[in-house]
């Protein structure tokens, strides 16, 4: 079977095919036949009349669409008078590819190019970009399979795709290609190795835990022409780090000092998790207290790692302290890290401190999210502040739209709180802004009304819920059966509920208790239950 029609029989499977075929049947004998399937129409309008590798690069790149970059990348070579792809066009289009996980159409690229010898558009950064991208997708032996190709196109592979590839093999946890990959670099490949290929190892050493084979190979560098760098012991260190042994971590850093090196935040911020991960926060202030007095900025993985450890020991004050001086420095902490501060603040009762916190982070423009809000208000609620939690509201929906469960916990505070009227209010603000109600709003607002004896605006509720496609749950149910059962239940209350309940399903359970405090209310409750059930039975049965 020709190449060409193997490719067109898997047309099915691969997005990209027809459009390959038709480069692929360019270049065959049967390239007549199959042309005439193909369309010659410009995939975009206007087409430019004057075509470079520029503007072509550029035309491939701001495509959102990587079929339609594909279909650019081969209409330029087939119908373009007198274009000629270069590797810069051939860059743009694998990267475009790469970045899609089309790796089928890459390979048939690779193929075409090589088999039309048009090796002059190829060079290594080609294959550089095709091994990081079969790295990124979780695909390591493909990125190996890639790299040894590279000597058939005529291309001396370099210390530069060398490099990417372990850092794919690295990325995929494949430590023991890492490791044969290295070792046969210089014999197999021809590519010596450099001071990155070692850090590289040491660090594939350092994840598989054998920190004393990273040590050895440190112990080698010198004596295959390579010299250790900064980098080089940060990376063991951090291996010492991950196994608990702060001994052998402080011992490397010392030695970081003794050769006259200065090390850069990263060693700094390596040793102070180490502690931090075994609880020592003392020892980790004492580390970032000696990286300031020797002039080293903490960067923002420096400050996350003592801010969280300073909320994991329940020290507020200092991790306060720390955001306002990481928001100085002009660092943006993540949600995540926020969160933590937050939530610590609350939990030790200090929810108008978070609340200053939170409007600090509005300040800098680090657009702290929902859920930051959402557990402040949770919080001011729970002290029953409710008008402060709906002031913080506005303030935050001035800024962005809340989420629903902004919206959910503002809501529930409120029917704690017995606001109805403002709760309602709140729900028409939320449907108007597009955040439609889940069964736990529906919930909130129907526990709400049954709390003050209002069990008729409860299953007028519930009969809402239905008809917007929201199916009631256990809890609906245990609500309304509850408040069913304290205000002793009208007839037609109940009737409604069963119906409902019938319809929409429920266990047998749940069942049970609703007759038992329910319909045991009722005067005369065998007649008016039968009655119910021979209406639904139909229902019942289905259901």
Known sequence: MSCSRHILQHHHRHPFSTAVSAAIAANSASAPT???????TPPIKPWPHRLN???????????????????????AHHHHPGFSHTPRTYHAIFLKL??????????????????????????????VTVIRGYGLAGKPVPALGTFRRIGSFGIRPSVRSLNALLNALVQNKRYDLVHSVFKDCKSVYGVVPNVVSCNILLKALCERGDVDGAVRVLDQMVSIGVVPNVVSYTTILGGYVWKGDMVGAKR????????????????????????CRLGK??????????????????????????IQAYC???????????????????????????????DLLCEEGRVEKASVV????????????????????????????????????????????????????????????????????????MVEKGRAPNAFTYNVLIKGFCKVGNVKEGIRILEEMVENGCLPNKSTYTILIDGLSHSGGTKEGINKVVALAV?????????????KNAVDNLDGNAAELDRILQENAHNYISA
């Open 34 to 40: 199959l042309l005439k399937s193909y369309t010659v």
């Open 281 to 306: 926060l003392v020892d980790a202030i004492k580390v970032m207290d000696e990286m300031e007095e020797n002039g080293v900025e903490p960067n923002e993985v420096t400050y996350s790692a003592m």
């Open 358 to 429: 939170w409007r600090r982070l509005l300040q800098k423009n680090c657009c702290p999210d929902n859920a930051i809000a959402s557990t402040i208000i949770h919080w001011l609620c729970k002290k029953g502040k409710v008008l402060e939690a709906r002031k913080m509201f506005d303030e935050f929906e001035s800024a962005s739209v809340a989420s629903l469960l902004t919206y959910n916990t503002l809501i529930f505070g409120l029917c704690e709180k017995g606001e109805l009227c403002e709760a309602a209010r709140l729900w028409d603000d």
């Open 503 to 515: 319809s929409t399903g429920v266990d047998g359970d749940l069942w049970d208790l609703f007759l």
């Open 252 to 275: 490397v850093f010392r030695e970081i000092l003794d050769k006259g090196w200065v090390p850069d935040a990263t060693a700094y911020t390596v040793l102070m998790s180490g502690f």
């Open 312 to 342: 994991e020991g329940k020290k507020s004050g200092e991790a306060v302290n720390l955001l306002d001086d990481m928001l100085e420095k002009g660092h943006i902490p993540s949600s995540t890290l926020c969160c933590k501060v937050v």
């Open 98 to 127: 790469s970045r899609a996980r089309a790796f089928h159409q890459i390979e048939i690229l690779l193929s075409l190019l090589h088999d039309s010898r048009g090796v002059s558009c190829a060079d290594e950064e080609l294959f």
């Open 53 to 75: 590798p520029n503007i072509l690069t550029s035309l491939i790149s701001r495509q959102h669409d990587p079929t339609l970059s594909l279909q650019i990348f081969l209409y």
